[in-house]
C-alpha cells in the first residue's frame, strides 16, 4: 500500500462523523430524499458518471448466491445485487447511510434480500458472524480508514476457496492526483498524501484518503491470502463542477474535443478508480 503512514493515528470516530454528515452521493438528485424518484435519479447519476460500475460488479452474476458488501453507503450498488437476486449483507460505518439505504430497500420491496449491519470494517469478525460468501465487494471505502490492510485481513475470514473478491481503491498514478497536486497543491509534491485526503472527495476535508499503484493495490490483496486475477483502472471525471452541481452535464473543454477513443485510453491508463479483482491462494 500507498508507504504514507500520516492516517494511522486518525480515530475512526473522525471518519464517521464526516461521512455522517454528507453521506456520499447523497446530494445525487434535487427530488425528495427517499422517494423512488429520488433513487432512481441518484442512480442514474452515479451510474453516468461511473459508467464501469456495472461492470466491475457484475450485478447478474449473483443471482441467488451471497453478497458481503462492505461500506454500502446509501445503498446504490446494494440494491442492484438484491434486485438481480442476490442475498446481501451490506455493511457501513455510518448512521446516516444505514438509514438511507434502509430507507431504499423499503421503496423497492427489497428489505428480505438485505441485511443492513452498522460495523467498523477493521473489526468486522465482531459484527458479522463470519461464513463464507461467494462475493466480497468493496468499492472506493476502504482508502477511507486508517488501517485498510486490516480490513483485507477481515475480508479473508469470509472467503472460501470459490468466493471472490472485488475491491476499488484510488489510483495514485492518476489524472486526478495529478490535478489535486497542480491546481491545489501549487506543485507541493511533498504534501501530496494529505492534498489527496483534502480534495479526494466533493465535500473537502476527508480524514483519510489512501491512494495506490498498480503494483502497491496487488500487494495489499496478495500479502494477506488473495491471488489478483484482474486490474482494472477506471474513471476520469471530466465534467465541469459549476454546472454538474446543478445537474447539468457539460464537460471541460479540452476533454469536450478530444477523441472518445483517446479519452477512453486515457481513462484506461490514468484513472481515479483502481478496481482489483482476486481470488483465495
Not at 454528507?22 to 427530488?31: A, E, F, L
Not at 476499488?168 to 486526478?176: D, L
Request: proline share 4%; net charge positive; aromatic share 16%.
Amino acid at each position: 500500500m500507498d508507504s504514507s503512514t500520516s492516517f494511522r493515528d486518525t480515530a475512526i470516530a473522525s471518519v464517521r462523523d464526516y461521512w455522517n454528515a454528507r453521506p456520499c452521493n447523497i446530494r445525487h438528485s434535487p427530488k425528495p430524499l427517499g422517494t423512488r424518484e429520488y433513487f432512481d435519479e441518484v442512480e442514474a447519476r452515479k451510474y453516468f458518471v461511473e459508467h464501469h460500475i456495472p461492470q466491475f460488479a457484475e450485478f447478474e452474476r449473483w443471482n441467488g448466491r451471497k453478497v458481503l458488501e462492505i461500506g454500502c453507503g446509501i445503498g446504490t450498488d446494494t440494491i442492484n445485487f438484491a434486485r438481480h437476486g442476490a442475498q446481501v449483507t451490506a455493511v457501513d460505518l455510518t448512521e446516516k447511510s444505514l438509514e438511507v439505504a434502509r430507507q431504499r430497500a423499503k421503496v423497492f420491496g427489497l428489505e428480505g434480500r438485505i441485511r443492513f449491519v452498522q460495523a467498523n470494517a477493521e473489526q468486522l469478525s465482531e459484527y458479522v458472524p463470519v461464513e463464507q460468501y461467494d462475493l466480497i465487494y468493496s468499492f472506493g471505502v476502504i482508502h477511507h480508514t486508517p488501517y485498510p490492510e486490516r480490513v483485507i485481513e477481515q475480508i479473508r475470514k469470509y472467503a472460501g476457496p470459490q468466493s471472490t473478491v472485488k475491491v476499488m481503491v484510488y489510483n495514485r498514478w492518476s489524472w486526478k492526483v495529478l490535478w489535486i497536486l497542480f491546481i491545489y497543491g501549487k506543485c507541493q509534491f511533498w504534501k501530496l498524501d494529505r492534498l489527496i485526503a483534502e480534495y479526494s472527495e466533493a465535500q473537502t476535508g476527508c480524514p483519510v484518503t489512501y491512494s495506490y499503484s498498480r503494483a502497491e493495490g496487488r500487494r495489499l490483496l496478495e500479502d494477506r491470502g488473495f491471488r489478483v486475477t484482474s486490474v482494472m483502472v477506471d474513471h476520469i471525471f471530466s465534467y465541469r463542477i459549476q454546472e454538474y452541481v446543478r445537474y447539468q452535464y457539460r464537460q471541460i473543454w479540452y476533454f469536450r474535443w478530444m477523441p472518445k477513443a483517446f479519452f477512453r485510453a486515457l481513462e484506461r491508463a490514468f484513472g481515479w478508480h483502481l478496481c482489483l479483482t482476486a481470488r483465495p491462494e
